[in-house]
C-alpha cells in the first residue's frame, strides 16, 4: 500500500478563513465588525503561542480583536470581573478564556461567566447541553475543526466507525456528539481503556485526543483507516509530536493529519467562524447571506 496521503490543516484552515474574512466584509458592510476577546491569565509559554496565533487570524479575518493578557497572580473575582465586563461590551461577540488557568483559579466558574451566546470555545453548560440534545449552538473548535477538515475532503462520515480517544470537554466529548448527530458509530476510549489497540483496528477513523506522545502505533490501524491527530506535545528534542506515531501510522492509514498543520490550525478557523456567527446572529444577519451554515 503506498504511504497515506497527508489531510492538510493548514492548507483547509486558510481556505476557511478566506471564507470567514468574505463573511466578516458582508457582515460590515451591514453595520457590525466581529469583536472577538481573548483572555490569557499568566505565563505559560505554549498558552502564548496559541493567543498570538488566534489574535493574528482574528485580525486578518477583519475583527475586531482585543486580547487581555493579566498577571499570574490575577485573583478570581479580578478575573470574573474582567469576563463579566467583556459580557457586557456590545462590541464583543466572542469570548475566549485560554486554559489552562493557573491552579489557584476556578476555571470552572470562569467559564460559566461567559454569556452563552458570546462562548465560542462551547464550553458553558447551556452550549454543552445544546450539543447533546442535537440542537443549534455554539460547538468547541476544535471537534467542530475535525469534522471541517473531513468535509471539505469529501471523506464520508455517515455510517462509518469513528473511534476518540480521549473523553475531555474540549475535544473527546463534545466530538463524539458532533459524530453522532452525523450518523457516525462511535466508540470513546480513554488512558485507561483495556486492548486500546484493538478498539482502534475496528476504527474507519481514529481521533487521538489524549495528550499522550506517540500513542498510537502504525499496527493498531485498519490498512484504509483515517487518522486525525488532535495532540500537541513538545517532544525531549523540543519539537511539537502529535498523539500518534506519524511514521508508522502513515503506513497504514489512507488519510492522515500531520502535527503540526493538522487539526491545530483548523481550531483557530473554527474560532473565527464560531465568532462570525455570533456576530451574525446578535446584529440579526442570517447567517446563509454570510457563507455559514444554519444551525
Ligand atoms: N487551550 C488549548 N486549547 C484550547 C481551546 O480550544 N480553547 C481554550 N480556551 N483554551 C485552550
Given at each position: 500500500?503506498?504511504?497515506?496521503?497527508?489531510?492538510?490543516?493548514?492548507?483547509?484552515?486558510?481556505?476557511?478563513?478566506?471564507?470567514?474574512?468574505?463573511?466578516?466584509?458582508?457582515?460590515?458592510?451591514?453595520?457590525?465588525?466581529?469583536?472577538?476577546?481573548?483572555?490569557?491569565?499568566?505565563?505559560?509559554?505554549?498558552?502564548?503561542?496559541?493567543?498570538?496565533?488566534?489574535?493574528?487570524?482574528?485580525?486578518?479575518?477583519?475583527?475586531?480583536?482585543?486580547?487581555?493578557?493579566?498577571?499570574?497572580?490575577?485573583?478570581?473575582?479580578?478575573?470574573?470581573?474582567?469576563?463579566?465586563?467583556?459580557?457586557?461590551?456590545?462590541?464583543?461577540?466572542?469570548?475566549?478564556?485560554?486554559?489552562?488557568?493557573?491552579?489557584?483559579?476556578?476555571?470552572?466558574?470562569?467559564?460559566?461567566?461567559?454569556?452563552?451566546?458570546?462562548?465560542?470555545?462551547?464550553?458553558?453548560?447551556?452550549?454543552?447541553?445544546?450539543?447533546?440534545?442535537?440542537?443549534?449552538?455554539?460547538?468547541?473548535?476544535?471537534?467542530?475543526?475535525?469534522?471541517?477538515?473531513?468535509?471539505?475532503?469529501?471523506?464520508?462520515?455517515?455510517?462509518?466507525?469513528?473511534?476518540?480517544?480521549?473523553?475531555?470537554?474540549?475535544?473527546?466529548?463534545?466530538?463524539?456528539?458532533?459524530?453522532?448527530?452525523?450518523?457516525?458509530?462511535?466508540?470513546?476510549?480513554?488512558?485507561?481503556?483495556?486492548?486500546?489497540?484493538?478498539?482502534?483496528?475496528?476504527?474507519?477513523?481514529?481521533?487521538?485526543?489524549?495528550?499522550i506522545p506517540k500513542l498510537i502505533q502504525?499496527?493498531?490501524?485498519?490498512?484504509?483507516?483515517?487518522?486525525?491527530?488532535?495532540?500537541?506535545?513538545?517532544?525531549?528534542?523540543?519539537?511539537?509530536?502529535?498523539?500518534?506515531?506519524?511514521?508508522?501510522?502513515?503506513?497504514?492509514?489512507?488519510?492522515?493529519?500531520?502535527?503540526?498543520?493538522?487539526?491545530?490550525?483548523?481550531?483557530?478557523?473554527?474560532?473565527?467562524?464560531?465568532?462570525?456567527?455570533?456576530?451574525?446572529?446578535?446584529?440579526?444577519?442570517?447567517?446563509?447571506?454570510?457563507?455559514?451554515?444554519?444551525?
Amino acid at each position: 500500500m503506498p504511504p497515506g496521503q497527508i489531510l492538510d490543516g493548514k492548507a483547509t484552515a486558510k481556505a476557511v478563513r478566506t471564507d470567514v474574512a468574505e463573511g466578516a466584509r458582508r457582515l460590515q458592510a451591514q453595520g457590525t465588525q466581529p469583536g472577538l476577546a481573548v483572555v490569557l491569565v499568566g505565563d505559560d509559554p505554549a498558552s502564548h503561542v496559541y493567543v498570538r496565533n488566534k489574535d493574528r487570524a482574528a485580525t486578518d479575518a477583519g475583527f475586531a480583536v482585543q486580547t487581555r493578557r493579566l498577571p499570574a497572580e490575577t485573583s478570581q473575582a479580578d478575573l470574573l470581573a474582567v469576563v463579566r465586563e467583556l459580557g457586557d461590551d456590545d462590541a464583543v461577540h466572542g469570548i475566549l478564556v485560554q486554559l489552562p488557568l493557573p491552579k489557584h483559579l476556578d476555571a470552572d466558574e470562569v467559564v460559566q461567566a461567559i454569556p452563552a451566546h458570546k462562548d465560542v470555545d462551547g464550553l458553558t453548560l447551556a452550549n454543552v447541553g445544546l450539543l447533546a440534545a442535537g440542537r443549534p449552538g455554539l460547538r468547541p473548535c476544535t471537534p467542530a475543526g475535525c469534522v471541517e477538515l473531513l468535509d471539505r475532503y469529501q471523506l464520508p462520515i455517515e455510517g462509518q466507525h469513528v473511534v476518540i480517544v480521549g473523553r475531555s470537554m474540549l475535544v473527546g466529548k463534545p466530538l463524539a456528539q458532533l459524530m453522532l448527530a452525523r450518523n457516525a458509530t462511535v466508540t470513546i476510549c480513554h488512558s485507561r481503556t483495556q486492548d486500546l489497540a484493538a478498539h482502534c483496528q475496528r476504527a474507519d477513523i481514529v481521533v487521538a485526543a489524549v495528550g499522550i506522545p506517540k500513542l498510537i502505533q502504525g499496527d493498531w490501524l485498519r490498512p484504509g483507516a483515517i487518522v486525525l491527530d488532535v495532540g500537541i506535545n513538545r517532544g525531549e528534542d523540543g519539537k511539537l509530536v502529535g498523539d500518534v506515531d506519524f511514521d508508522s501510522a502513515r503506513e497504514r492509514a489512507a488519510w492522515i493529519t500531520p502535527v503540526p498543520g493538522g487539526i491545530g490550525p483548523m481550531t483557530i478557523a473554527m474560532l473565527l467562524a464560531n465568532t462570525l456567527r455570533s456576530a451574525a446572529e446578535s446584529s440579526g444577519v442570517p447567517l446563509d447571506s454570510l457563507g455559514l451554515a444554519a444551525r
